[in-house]
């Protein structure tokens, strides 16, 4: 499909680094590249190859791993490593409401929005005003924003009405919060912790087992990369690791 004026894209060079930019069919200023003569993208796919002052160049849009990448970053974000195992393991999917406790920067945020939409529904509850404008900010760029709300307050004593196929917590006493956040849970629903100290998934697994929740499971996510080259592959010297410790479970219908 061609590119649409105004929607959100980026130019690739031959090292990798991108230039973001929305979509204009007129002249474009792009950040380190100046100004732009956007009629060039008229009639132009995805992955489309274009020469800027010389360049070449590849224009993209953006999938949901380039949008959490490209963060406006305050606080740590959910990596899109543990993300990806989260909304698997909460069977998030399109039509899902899911209720997110700590938005950070907007990075799980974003993750949940690409697959609960275009019919599901984010729920977002944040202590911090200035981490909610943020992550407000990173969520206007996935074109999902209809399907996102936040709540400011203390997930141990906010009160809203909202009833949740899912839930995550990205606070670090989660266990604290759980009689607060759990009646927004269906029976069925499923949860998930993240915390990055092993004291914190001790007393997050205690925690759930005490409420009487099936299947809990912690576990943690080590991603390390390849590097391949003509005669000779091996594994990167650098990899991703210890990002956090994931606690899930599902709440069971109590008498």
Known sequence: MAFQEGELVYLEDGSGKRYWFKMSFGMIKVQSLGTVDGSRFAGAEDGSSVKI????????????????????RGAQIITPKDAATIILNCDIRSGSAVIEVGAGSGGLTTALLNSVAPSGKVLTVELKDENAKRARRNVSRTGAEVCWDCVIGDAKNVEFEFTADALTMDMPDPWLALDNMLPHLRPGGRICIYVPNANQLESSVLALRERGFAGVKAMENLQRGMEVHPGGVRPSFEMLGHTGYLVFGRKRHLP
């Open 53 to 72: 002052a010389g360049a070449d160049f590849t224009v993209f849009r953006p999938g949901v791993i380039e949008l959490i990448e490209s963060l406006d």
